[in-house]
C-alpha cells in the first residue's frame, strides 16, 4: 500500500507517548515523537486505583495528542492503553473516559497483545539474522518477555505486573542505605522472575525507555557485564546528578536503577546479551493499524 502517516498514543505508568510515524505497511519510519508525564503506575502502586484528577488529565493529555498528530497529516490514529488499564481497580473507567476522546480509538492492551506487539515493533526496526528472538520491555508498571522467530512470531511469552515505576515506587521511602535499598529491590525482582523460564534464544532485544536510557549509560550492548557496571553507577549517582549527567528526565533518573535490575534479572534468564532496539509497542501498533487499513 502507498505510504500513510499514523499516530499512535501510549497511556503508560510512566507517560502518555505520541509517535507519528510513515508507514507502508511493513516498515515504521518514525516523523514525531512526543511524551507528557502522567505518572499513573504511581497511585496504581500506592492506590491500587487511579484518582479523577488523574483520569481528567489522562484525558486533557490524550486530546491533544489527537490534535497534534491530526496537524501532522496523520490518517489514523491509535491510543492504547497499558498496565494502568489492567492494574488499576479502576481501569475500565479510564479506558472509558480515553475512548470517549473523539478520534482517539482508545482501547486497553491486554498482556499477551502488549508482548505480540512490542515483539513485532522491535523486529521490524533490526536485521536479526538468528533464528530464535527474545524481546524484553521493561515498561514502568510491567515487564514483557516474549521469545519467537522473525518468520513464526512469538511462541513463548509472559507479563509480570511489576515495572520500573511501581518497584521505585515500593522502595521509594527505604530509610535504608543505597546499597541496602539496591539489594532490596534485587530481591523483589527475583521473586517476580521466579519460576520464569524461557525457552533459550540466540539473539535478544531490549525495548522501552529503560533499555534506551541504559544506552546512554553503557551503549548497545547490554549483557550481564554492562548492566552490573551500569547498576553500579546508577547507585553512586543521585537522580538529580544523573539528570544533569546524562539528560535524563528527573522521573527516567528515578526509576532508572529499578529499571536496570529488572532487565538484568530478565537478561539471565534469556541467557544472551541484549541489544537495544530502536522500535517496540507504538511500532506494533502502527504495523496493525496499517495491517488493519490494507485489509478494509
Known amino acids: 500500500m502507498a505510504f500513510v502517516r499514523v499516530g499512535v498514543i ?33 497511585y496504581v502502586e500506592c492506590e491500587g486505583r487511579i484518582p479523577a484528577s488523574a483520569i481528567a488529565a489522562s484525558v486533557k493529555a490524550t486530546r491533544r495528542a ?42 486497553v492492551l491486554d498482556a499477551e497483545e502488549e508482548a505480540q506487539l512490542g515483539y513485532a515493533g522491535a523486529l ?24 519467537g522467530t522473525r518468520d513464526s512470531g512469538p511462541v513463548w511469552s509472559r507479563s509480570l505486573d511489576i515495572g520500573s515505576l511501581r518497584l521505585a515506587q515500593r522502595h521509594r521511602h527505604d530509610d535504608a542505605a543505597g546499597g541496602e535499598r539496591l539489594a532490596a529491590m534485587r530481591a523483589d525482582a527475583e521473586r517476580a522472575f521466579a519460576g520464569i523460564a524461557p525457552p533459550l534464544p540466540q539473539a535478544a532485544l531490549a525495548t522501552g525507555g529503560t533499555a534506551r536510557a541504559l544506552r546512554k549509560l553503557v551503549g548497545t550492548t547490554l549483557g550481564p557485564g554492562e548492566l552490573a557496571v551500569a547498576i553500579e553507577m546508577l547507585a553512586e549517582r543521585s537522580p538529580k546528578r544523573l539528570a544533569k549527567e546524562f539528560g535524563f528526565t528527573r522521573a527516567r533518573a528515578q526509576t532508572l536503577p529499578a529499571g536496570a535490575i529488572l532487565l538484568a534479572e530478565a537478561q539471565r534468564r534469556v541467557g544472551v546479551p541484549f541489544a537495544v532496539a530502536r522500535g517496540g509497542v507504538r511500532e506494533g501498533v502502527a504495523l496493525a493499524a496499517l495491517a488493519e487499513a490494507a485489509a478494509a
Open 10 to 42: 501510549d497511556v503508560g505508568a510512566n507517560t502518555l507517548r505520541l509517535l507519528v510515524a510513515d508507514s507502508d505497511g511493513s516498515n515504521v519510519v518514525p516523523v514525531q515523537t512526543e511524551r507528557v508525564r502522567l505518572g499513573l503506575g504511581e
Open 66 to 107: 489527537v490534535e497534534r498528530a491530526r496537524k501532522l497529516g496523520c490518517v489514523l490514529v491509535r491510543t492504547v492503553i497499558t498496565s494502568p488499564g489492567r492494574q488499576a481497580s479502576n481501569g475500565l473507567e479510564l479506558a472509558s473516559a480515553l475512548a470517549a476522546v473523539p478520534g482517539a480509538n482508545a482501547r
Open 124 to 147: 521490524a526496526g533490526e536485521r536479526v539474522e538468528s533464528e530464535s528472538v527474545a524481546v524484553c520491555d521493561v515498561g514502568g508498571g510491567s515487564v514483557q518477555l516474549v521469545v
